[in-house]
């Protein structure tokens, strides 16, 4: 009886989240099985915290910056990750202006947001299980403390334009003089598949990017026409001179940085949503099992076709499936360039998944280094299994000889996919990772 109850409330809490329903869609996770406000986190921001708060670590106050350049160096985030936004669109509002922007800091699996003369610091960290969690620490030179959220952030940051997880977005809005977004023009959530010209509005982007345009730099109004000028802001090497940067670590708003930016905050919110949905459907089944008096290893057609379905996307995103490619070539700041790629592992021929390409792409060997990540080594053993194994399905049909229809397939949603491309990027992963080397193993000598 207690297990059919159980059945009855799941099917229920899944009906209202289906039914679009975002307050309900939030209290979902902090439910059976997720429990986000509940379990012990074991993210970068809440370790610091409890070092913080035991005494045996120690932040130090610098004037103008507050605890930033502290923060930074205690998460090994780089200062040369610097991005900037100036528009209205995150908790401190009333301190971001075109004037006085939002600087945001970033490595695998931290970002810090930092406004000049904002209240707060604002932080988040990934979770290996639970995803994107959110914290803030007051800018007063008294004894810092790391407070979490659970609510507020999740306002905006649990929601389709985050896969409905808690998780993280780059938003591209057409911005005003007041640094307020004009919605009536539109907006983008924006990743790796975006079309050039729709990214960075609101965003200061210093770099170079050839004949190719996008929205950054510039402001819009609804009495020009077109609203924005996109050549006003392209090819910017410096900030443009509407403010001082003497409160920021840095003095650029990398664009490839951005670039990176923007892939990053996609593909950790499909890593929750492949975690949170296989763990929802292996629950499911045990209910059911238990209401049934089934065997409790039965698992259903259905349940296997969710998981099926976000390891497919999870797949697809780390292969960069549908990436818009560089009309000219990128050039960004050396010393983000230089942090980023020296994180990577190099194999036996000195390659990496953090080596950039900025000719045509954003990277030499187009499979994402976040399948390196603690996030994605914590996902259930299925879903993770399975998402190597369509990793490893896509490049051997790239490097097939014969133009048979799985390999026309492959050309056609991974145009940058050669099989030169796959064979190096699939020797790669062998070396990276144990159980991608077994799965192409295994289908080696199947095939064999």
Not at 39 to 66: C, F, M, N
Not at 208 to 224: F, V, Y
């Amino acid at each position: 009886m207690n297990a059919c109850r159980s059945v009855l409330r799941y099917l229920l809490a899944l009906l209202c989240a289906n039914l679009g329903s975002l307050g309900v869609a939030q209290d979902e996770i902090f439910e059976r099985p997720i429990y986000y406000g509940t379990k012990p986190s074991r993210d970068a921001v809440a370790i610091l915290a409890q070092q913080l708060e035991a005494g045996t670590t120690k932040l130090e106050w610098q004037e103008g910056q507050g605890w930033l350049p502290s923060l930074l160096k205690q998460l090994d985030v780089a200062p040369a990750s610097q991005v900037m936004v100036f528009s209205k669109t995150s908790l401190q509002i009333k301190h971001i202006s075109p004037e006085n922007p939002r600087a945001i800091f970033f490595n695998d699996d931290v970002y810090i947001g930092f406004v000049p003369g904002g209240g707060l610091i604002e932080l988040s960290a990934v979770d290996p299980e639970q995803g994107a969690l959110f914290y803030s620490i007051q800018q007063s030179s008294l004894s810092p403390k790391i407070e979490r959220d659970q609510t507020q952030c999740l306002s905006c940051h649990a929601n389709a334009k985050t896969k409905n997880v808690p998780g993280y977005l780059v938003r591209s809005v057409f911005t005003g003089r007041d640094g307020q977004p004009i919605y009536s023009l539109g907006t983008t959530t924006t990743d790796h598949t975006t079309p050039f010209v729709e990214r960075f509005g609101g965003w200061y982007v210093t770099g170079q990017h050839g004949s190719i345009r996008h929205r950054g730099n510039a402001l819009a109004s609804l009495e020009k026409e077109p609203p924005l000028d996109i050549d006003e802001g392209a090819n910017l090497q410096e900030l443009p001179q509407r403010f001082s940067t003497i409160h920021y670590p840095a003095s650029t708003s990398d664009i490839v940085s951005l670039l990176v930016l923007e892939h990053q905050t996609q593909g950790h919110n499909f890593i929750t949503a492949a975690n949170y949905e296989t763990r929802r459907a292996e629950d499911y089944q045990q209910l059911m099992n238990e209401a049934l008096g089934r065997k409790s290893n039965f698992v259903s057609d259905s349940t296997v076709r969710r998981i099926d379905k976000v390891a497919m996307q999870l797949a697809e995103y780390f292969l960069f499936k549908g990436e818009a490619s560089f009309a000219s070539p990128i050039s960004g700041d050396q010393g983000f360039q230089t942090a980023f790629a020296g994180e990577g592992i190099l194999n036996s021929h000195d390659r990496s998944l953090r080596q950039f390409d900025l000719q045509s792409r954003l990277f030499k060997y187009p499979c994402s280094y976040l399948i390196e990540s603690e996030a994605f080594a914590a996902l259930p053993n299925n879903v993770r299994l399975l998402t190597l194994q369509k990793i490893a399905e896509v490049l051997a049909n790239a490097q097939r000889k014969s133009l048979d229809t799985a390999q026309r397939l492959v050309a056609a949603d991974y145009p940058h996919l050669t099989a030169d491309v796959a064979a190096k990027t699939e020797q790669l992963l062998c070396e990276l990772n144990a159980e991608f080397r077994d799965i192409v193993n295994a289908a080696s000598k199947s095939n064999n």
